[in-house]
């Protein structure tokens, strides 16, 4: 990163500084209204103790302080006294743990209404956006209550602009950009009401047209098509209300590799120079057997899909070969039934039982020559029971009952690795 860059980024960001301090002065809460005096302050340090503090003499210490800059505290939060409009207007701010401010949010009666900023722990802006309703304050997922209104700006942790997301009372209302590390359009989408409607565009770093779908009112609708980087015709696929009718799918060669008709058929995905993916699709939606893809156009996986979620058998290769790695079953999006795995020599490693994503049941494993490793038994993803051999020996080395017990375990080889106590069937690590 060149020098000039890194000065202009340092001035942008003690720009933006100096012109949330200059709106504390006049408008702490977006109102425009003169700030009166603080009527308390909370401050949460780095152990999460908090202290409030109201007394006038000793709120005079913070008067003066650029909450803005870095701070010793975790977040902190400053209420002002009602002003002329009967508004009580405050300010949060919170800090990384290096003393950088994280997050700034202004207030008016204990909601979020206001300017809003983030920032990345190297003092980089994050997120430039305005709030005109929600919670007021911060924990994982608080910025789904909010209200966005006006340009909702995101930036990367070098300083790049990364989105432009327009916004009118909490939803998104007009085009959307998205942009490569170079500055240039990546994404163009038109949104009304919070959905996608007009044309959805994708761009290549140099400007070149990659994709375009037709939406309204969120579903596809209409023509799409995606080009390679010389400007032929990847694919070209028609859609009515969001199902898939015609589809035709060219390599980079030119050649048509598959092809969607009335609905059914296979869908190509490709990455930058071929095909990654075939799906199947049912009636205009994706319905049925996944096959992905490496190099060559080896398959290296394969697995069924049905409405949104995997379904079925779930295999994965080794490398170039037939030879299954593993497999595992899948029932509407969880695993479900028997899962097994192979050694690259063909010799099965192991089999386990599967209920709703959870071992339930018998879990047997071998060594790569094909002798018995462990038994094991498992209710809700607690061991119940297990036995553990040596290679070849014919009787176990040591064993758990009833969730308690100790586990020999060995690799595939037979060398010994560790011992695990189980108590009530978890491991005491």
């Given at each position: ?6 000065k ?12 949330l301090?200059?709106l504390?002065?006049t ?26 503090i ?14 803005l ?18 508004m ?14 994280k ?15 983030a ?6 802006q ?14 994982d997922?608080?910025e ?42 990546w ?11 007009g044309?959805?565009?994708i ?9 375009v779908s ?26 009515e209300?969001?199902?898939l009718?015609e589809?035709s ?16 058929g ?67 999006g ?50 119940v ?19 308690d ?16 106590k ?8």
């Open positions: 990163m060149n020098q000039n860059f890194i202009m980024q340092n001035f942008l960001k003690q720009f933006f500084i100096l012109a301090t200059s504390l002065l408008s702490c809460a977006g109102t425009r209204a003169p700030v009166t005096c603080l009527a308390s302050i909370n401050l949460i340090d780095a152990d999460g103790v908090s202290e409030t109201s007394n006038d003499e000793r709120l005079k210490t913070y008067d003066k302080v650029n909450f800059a870095p701070q010793p505290y975790k977040k902190v939060l400053r209420v002002y006294k009602r002003n002329e409009q009967g009580i207007l405050a300010c949060l701010t919170s800090y990384h743990p290096n003393g950088e401010l997050q700034y949010l202004e207030m008016v009666n204990g909601r979020a209404y206001g300017e809003y900023g920032w990345y722990e190297n003092g980089t994050k997120v430039r956006a305005r709030v005109i309703g929600g919670n007021g304050d911060f924990y997922g608080v789904n209550t909010w209200l966005f209104d006006g340009i909702c700006e995101a930036f990367s942790n070098e300083g790049c602009l990364e989105a432009e997301i327009p916004y009118i009372k909490g939803k998104r209302e007009g085009i959307a950009h998205y942009y490569h590390k170079n500055g240039r359009i994404k163009e989408i038109p949104m009304c009401e919070d959905k996608i409607n044309l959805y565009q761009f290549l770093d140099d400007g070149t047209l990659f994709e037709s939406y309204v009112e969120g579903r596809k609708e209409g023509n799409a098509f995606r080009y390679w980087k010389d400007g032929s015709i990847a694919f070209k696929e028609l859609y209300c969001d199902k009718i589809g799918y060219f390599g980079i060669d030119g050649q048509p590799v598959s092809e969607i008709v009335s609905g059914n296979y869908r190509a995905i490709f990455d930058k120079t071929s095909v990654q993916e075939f799906q199947e699709y049912r009636a205009g939606v994706q319905e049925g057997l996944v096959k992905v893809l490496g190099k060559g156009g080896v398959i290296t996986k394969t697995y069924g899909m049905k409405d949104g979620f995997k379904n079925g058998e779930e295999i994965e290769f080794y490398p170039n070969t037939n030879q299954p790695k593993f497999s595992i079953g899948w029932v509407e969880k695993i479900q039934g028997v899962t097994k795995t192979w050694y690259p020599s063909g010799v099965q490693e192991s089999q386990r039982e599967m209920a709703g994503n959870k071992r339930s049941g018998v879990l047997t494993a071998w060594y790569a020559n094909g002798k018995l490793m462990l038994l094991e038994n498992y209710d809700q993803d607690a061991l029971k297990g036995e553990y051999y040596n290679m070849g020996d014919q009787f176990s080395v040591s064993r758990v009952l009833c969730g017990g100790t586990a020999t375990l060995y690799d595939s080889n037979g060398v010994f690795m560790r011992k695990v189980y108590r009530q069937g978890k491991p005491e690590w």
